[in-house]
C-alpha cells in the first residue's frame, strides 16, 4: 500500500458521527485495518506516531486509545464509566497498565478480547498488583482485574495475549481527574522506585511541631537531581496520590479539549461546549487547610507553629521531574503533645471571686489534693441564672452538675493529685460566682441554707433609727451573722419600703468594711417558728442601707442570703 495514501488516510479522521462504545471500537478497530493493510507494517510506534505528524496524547481524546509510554489524563463524570482501550499488536514480555486516582476514589476494571477468537486464555496466574494493600479480583472469561479505592495500581501481565485490553474506570465520590499509563518497556518507562522500608516515621514531637524522616529513593543512583520529595500535611485525610493531594489543594480545573479535537463535525464544537457546561470538578480546600511543599533532596521534614494536642495526616511523594511520574510512602499520623495549661490555683479555705464578662463564659481553675484524704468540699455560691460545674481529673471528668444560689459540694476518697474545676455562665449578663476549696473539715461542719433565703424588713415596724429584719433558719444548729452597710446620703424622694438584692455584693461589702450588727447560734425545731428576728437601732434617720446575713458552722465557709435594701423614716414623731 501507498505509504502517503496511508498518511493520508490517518490524517483525515471525518467518520460518521455516532456516540457511545460503538464508535470507540470502531476507532480502534480502524487502526487494526491501517496495520493489517500497509505493507503487513506494524502498529505505529511512539517514534512513528510523530513521523506521521500525529500527538498521540491528543489523538488519545478521540478514540480514547491509550498511547503507549504516554500518561493521559482523562475527566471523569461522577458515577459515569468511561471505557479506554490499549491495542497490543506483538508479542512482548510484559504490559503494565498504571490508573492514579486524583479527586476521587474510583472503581477500575481490565477486560481482554484476544486478537483472533481462538479460544479462551487461562491467564488468571500472569496477573498481579505491584502495590501493597489491594488485591486483584481474577473472574472468569475476558475480566482480568477489578478494584476500588484512592491509591495508585499497577497491573502487570507477563508475556501477554494479543489483543485488546479494555479499561473501565468510574469516579465514585465527586467528578475527577485520572491519570492513565500503560507502557510495553516498562523497564524504560517506570515510575520512581520505593525504598524496601517506604514508611515515613515520626522522630520528634511537641506541642508546636513534629519531625518526619523517610528512607531515600534507589532511583536517586540513577536519575540524581532529577529525584524530589514532597510533603502533604493536613487534618483530614490521607492522600493516597500526589495528582490527588494537588486536585484538593488547588482544586480542578474545567476539562479543556485540545484545538483539534473531534472529526470536523459539527456535533464536535457542540460536545466540546456540553463537556465544560456540565462539569463539576472539585474546588480548592479551605485555604492553610493542606500544607504541601517540595522539599528537594531533603529526607526530613519538619511542621511548627501548629495546634498541641492535634493530629496531623502525613504524606510523602517522591518524583521524577524528568518524566513527571511520582509515588507515594506510606504516610504517617502524628498527634502533638498535650501542652497543659495553667490554671489559677484555688488555695485550702481562701473564698476567690470569679467574674463574668459579658463575652467571658468560662474560667478554669485548679487544685491539689497531696495526700489521699477522706472528703474534699467545694462551696459554690453564685446569684443570677446558674453555674454549670465539671470537676475534673486526668482521666477525665468525674462530677457535672448545674448550681443556682449556694451548695457544697463533697467528694469522698478522692486521691492525690491536681484536679481542674471549670464554671461556665448561663447568662450573657455580668455575674460574680465565689468558690472555695478545703480538705480539712468534715462534711457535717458544712453549712446549709434554707429554702428560700430572703432576708426580710418588716416595713410597717421601721421608725427613723430603727428597723426589724428577719430570715429563715434550719433544722441544723449554725451560726447567723447580720452586717449593715450605710449607703451614701442621696436626695431621691424614694419611701421606706425594702427591696430585695441578690447575693453577689455581699462578700464584697463584708470584705470591704460592713459592720457587723450580731452573730448567733440558732435552729428551730418542729413546733418553732423557723424565723428568726433581729431589730436594728442607732440609725440615721432618711438613710439608706444593705443588710446581709451569712449562715456559717465554723470558720471555713460561709454562705449569703438574699440581701435586702430599705431606708429609714424620714420624720421621727412620739406617739400622742
Known sequence: MDISFLQRTIMWRHFPDSTGCTVLLIRVFLWIFIAKYSNNQEIPTRGTDYAFGINQKNLFYDNNRIPDGIEVSPYLFLNTTKKFFFLLESKIDRLEITVSPCASPIIWQVTYKPRKEAGQYEIGNRVESSVVGFHPVINTKDTLYTLSGDVAETLRIDAPDEGIYTVDITSIKTESYVKVFATTSPDVDRFPELPQDSHVKEVEKSAKSFTVVWNPSPDERHFGNDIEYCVAVNRKRSYKTLCSVLS????????????????????????????????????????????????????????????????????????????????????????????????????????????????????????????????????????????????????????????????????????????????????????????????????????????????????????????????????????????????????????????????????????????????????????????????????KPDTEYIFDVFVNKGNYFSFPYNSVRTKTRTDCYLPT
Open 248 to 539: 484538593h489543594l488547588h482544586g480542578d480545573p474545567k476539562p479543556t479539549l485540545p484545538p483539534n479535537f473531534g472529526f470536523g463535525f459539527s456535533t464536535d464544537v457542540y460536545r466540546k461546549k456540553h463537556v465544560r457546561q456540565t462539569a463539576k470538578p472539585i474546588k480548592p480546600a479551605k485555604k492553610g487547610s493542606i500544607h504541601y511543599k517540595c522539599v528537594g533532596s531533603d529526607k526530613k521534614f519538619t511542621y511548627d507553629n501548629i495546634g498541641n494536642g492535634k493530629g496531623y495526616f502525613v504524606d510523602v511523594y517522591v518524583k521524577n521531574n524528568q518524566s513527571g511520574k511520582s509515588r507515594q510512602y506510606h504516610g504517617v499520623f502524628v498527634k502533638t503533645k498535650q501542652k497543659r495549661k495553667k490554671f489559677s490555683r484555688l488555695k485550702e479555705g481562701k473564698l476567690t471571686s470569679v467574674n463574668f464578662s459579658r463575652k467571658k463564659k468560662k474560667h478554669t481553675y485548679s487544685f491539689k489534693i497531696k495526700r489521699s484524704t477522706k472528703d474534699v468540699h467545694l462551696a459554690i455560691s453564685t446569684c443570677i441564672g446558674t453555674t454549670l460545674v465539671e470537676v475534673m481529673a486526668k482521666n477525665g471528668t468525674f462530677h457535672k452538675s448545674r448550681i443556682k444560689s449556694s451548695q457544697v459540694l463533697s467528694f469522698k476518697g478522692v486521691q492525690p493529685g491536681v484536679y481542674t474545676l471549670a464554671l461556665s455562665k448561663s447568662v450573657s449578663k455580668r455575674q460574680t460566682v465565689y468558690i472555695s476549696m478545703t480538705s480539712k473539715i468534715k462534711a457535717k461542719k458544712m453549712p446549709v441554707l434554707p429554702e428560700d433565703t430572703t432576708v426580710k424588713v418588716f416595713d410597717y415596724l421601721s421608725t427613723c433609727n430603727s428597723v426589724t429584719v428577719a430570715w429563715m433558719g434550719t433544722e441544723k444548729k449554725q451560726k447567723y451573722c447580720l452586717y449593715k452597710s450605710e449607703l451614701s446620703s442621696s436626695h431621691d424622694n424614694s419611701t421606706s419600703i425594702s427591696k430585695k438584692l441578690n447575693q453577689c455584693d455581699a462578700f464584697d461589702r463584708n470584705q470591704n468594711g460592713a459592720q457587723k450588727i450580731t452573730c448567733k447560734k440558732f435552729r428551730y425545731r418542729k413546733k418553732e417558728k423557723s424565723v428568726l428576728a433581729i431589730t436594728v437601732a442607732g440609725l
